[in-house]
């Protein structure tokens, strides 16, 4: 099992900087890809960057070069640095987990069988 709790969402004004964190609880002897989703209100949950065990990470068009995926394994703790965000940013950010050795260089919802609860990020202009 894998528990994931996300933190570090708010609300920012356009062109500001956030970082947020999930703490995971799992095993430290498996594999993960793990990444960040976000929903907007009436639309459907997409995928926006991952990142695997050895630190390969594979991101969206729509937040390449202002978004940065990392973690820390010694605080099981994965984070999202964002920055020049936009209000179309506006969103619940939610990290996932899958017992996988690599990432796929896409965003497939159903290979995630574990999530967070979500944390809110709101942009305004």
């Known amino acids: 099992q894998v528990q994931l709790v996300e933190s570090g969402g708010g609300s920012v004004q356009a062109g500001g900087s956030l970082r947020l964190s999930c703490a995971a609880s799992?095993?430290?002897?498996?594999?993960?890809?793990l990444a960040w989703y976000r929903q907007a209100p009436g639309k459907e949950r997409e995928g926006i960057a991952n990142i695997d065990n050895n630190d390969n990470t594979f991101y969206a068009d729509s937040v390449k070069g202002r978004f940065t995926i990392s973690q820390d394994n010694a605080k099981n703790t994965l984070y999202l640095q964002m920055n020049s965000l936009k209000p179309e940013d506006t969103a619940m950010y939610y990290c996932?987990?899958?017992?996988?050795?690599?990432?796929?260089?896409?965003?497939?919802?159903?290979?995630?069988?574990?999530w967070g609860q979500g944390t809110q990020v709101t942009v305004s202009s």
């Open positions: 799992k095993s430290s002897s498996s594999r993960y890809c």
């Open positions: 996932a987990a899958a017992v996988l050795g690599y990432c796929l260089r896409r965003f497939d919802i159903a290979v995630f069988p574990y």
